[in-house]
Nanobody, 124 residues
Framework: VQLQASGGGHVQAGGSLRLSCAASGRTLSRYAMGWFRQAPGKEREFVAAINWSGGWTHYTDSAKGRFTISRENAKNTVYLQMNSLKPEDTAVYYC??????????????????WGQGTQVTVSS
């Protein structure tokens, strides 16, 4: 599975962005998907996840109420809608996929496939 993340950019605090993660090489319809982010000098951290059917979603506390993860299996694409962005959301955002995940997991090493990352910069 090849994953391509896009949609990053530079926004003012309070603004919104929608990240997309498009897959090629294989259908995503049976894969759980996750979004992670990594800020300079920090470890990669979990942001949000969704199972293959959209039956469950899971968010880190800082994303709850502001970010929404969704998917369109027919388009082989997963999204992360980010609203009310804050400077501390600045990071490179990565999408990840795994076929074996059945329950919400925040651990990066549980995801087998990774996209290349898209930069999100939020200025105050």
């Amino acid at each position: 599975v090849q994953l391509q993340a896009s949609g990053g950019g530079h926004v003012q605090a309070g603004g919104s962005l929608r990240l997309s993660c498009a897959a090629s090489g294989r259908t995503l319809s049976r894969y759980a998907m996750g979004w992670f982010r990594q800020a300079p000098g920090k470890e990669r951290e979990f942001v949000a996840a969704i199972n293959w059917s959209g039956g469950w979603t899971h968010y880190t506390d800082s994303a709850k109420g502001r970010f929404t993860i969704s998917r369109e299996n027919a388009k082989n694409t997963v999204y992360l809608q980010m609203n009310s962005l804050k400077p501390e959301d600045t990071a490179v955002y990565y999408c990840a996929a795994d076929r074996t995940i059945q329950a919400p997991t925040t651990t990066a090493r549980h995801y087998e496939y990774w996209g290349q990352g898209t930069q999100v910069t939020v200025s105050s």
